[in-house]
């Protein structure tokens, strides 16, 4: 009868677990967004500009104008540019935008100047408006004492290359 009884206790007890029990299910999702992208449009260009016996910097603005300081002189000709990018993602996204951290050098071949002092339009974060935005970019350019004259970009030899502007989702 002992056992019996055990045996019972035992059955009852499985039964009580078994009971005890539940289960749901659940299920999953997950949105991908478009991937945000940026790319060059139009490349910087400060134009035409003149040295002389005293250094000085020539500003480029997003909207293409130039100030200059020190000894330096715009000149007839050429076409101050901005650096013009597309930037494309989700529609009404906020995005970061990081400018280059240092200078960039420019070079004739032999001789060089910098490039610093990024700004941007938009400054700081953008939005895309039905999913593209348009990114200028503008920044200074260092003109030494008698500069040599010469034609100066980031790809002749001695030229630091391209500058990076890089866009992130906010």
């Known amino acids: 009868m002992k056992k019996f009884f055990a045996f019972g206790i035992f059955l009852f007890a499985f039964t009580a677990a078994t009971f005890a ?34 250094s000085g910097t020539c500003v ?3 909207d293409n104008s130039r100030t200059v ?3 330096v002189t715009i000149m007839a000709g050429g076409t101050p540019t901005a650096a013009s990018f597309t930037v494309t993602g989700v529609a009404g996204a906020t995005y970061t935008i990081t400018l280059p951290a240092g200078a960039t050098t420019v070079s004739d071949g032999t001789n060089t100047m910098t490039i ?19 990114l200028l970019v503008g920044a200074t350019l260092n003109v030494g004492v008698s500069q040599p004259g010469g034609v100066y970009n980031t790809a002749n030899a001695g030229g630091s290359g391209e ?7 906010q």
């Open 21 to 54: 029990q539940s289960s749901a299910t659940a299920s999953a999702a997950a949105t991908i967004l478009t991937p945000i992208a940026i790319s060059n449009t139009v490349d910087m260009d400060f134009g035409n500009l003149a040295s002389s016996a005293t």
């Open 116 to 134: 610093d002092t990024w700004l941007s339009n938009p400054a700081g974060t953008g939005t895309l408006t039905a999913g593209t935005s348009t």
């Open 69 to 71: 300081t020190g000894g």
């Open 163 to 169: 500058f990076t502007v890089t866009v992130n989702y």
């Open 60 to 62: 480029l603005a997003t």
